[in-house]
C-alpha cells in the first residue's frame, strides 16, 4: 500500500475514534434519541473497521483503534 492511502487510512480511524467518543460523551449529557442513534452509527462504524482491521491481520494500534472497544467504551 502507498504511503499516501496508509496515511489516509491511518488518519480516517483517528477522526473515527475521536468523533466516536465525542459521540458518547454528548449522549451522556443529553441521552435524547438523536444522541442515541449518533453514538450507534459510530459504534457500527469503529466495530466495522476494528474486524476489517483484524480480518486482514493488521496492527490495530498503527491505526489508532487498539484503545477503543466498542463494547466497552461506545454502549
Not at 9 to 35: H, M
Not at 50 to 75: C, H, K, T, W, Y
Request: glycine share 6%; hydrophobic share 45%; proline share 3%.
Amino acid at each position: 500500500m502507498s504511503n499516501q492511502y496508509e496515511n489516509f487510512l491511518t488518519d480516517l480511524c483517528v477522526l473515527l475514534r475521536e468523533k466516536a467518543l465525542e459521540a458518547k460523551a454528548e449522549k451522556t449529557a443529553d441521552p435524547s434519541g438523536f444522541n442515541l442513534g449518533k453514538l450507534m452509527g459510530y459504534y457500527e462504524v469503529v466495530s466495522l473497521v476494528r474486524n476489517q482491521i483484524m480480518s486482514f491481520d493488521l496492527d490495530m494500534e498503527a491505526f489508532g483503534l487498539s484503545d477503543v472497544i466498542p463494547d466497552r467504551d461506545l454502549l
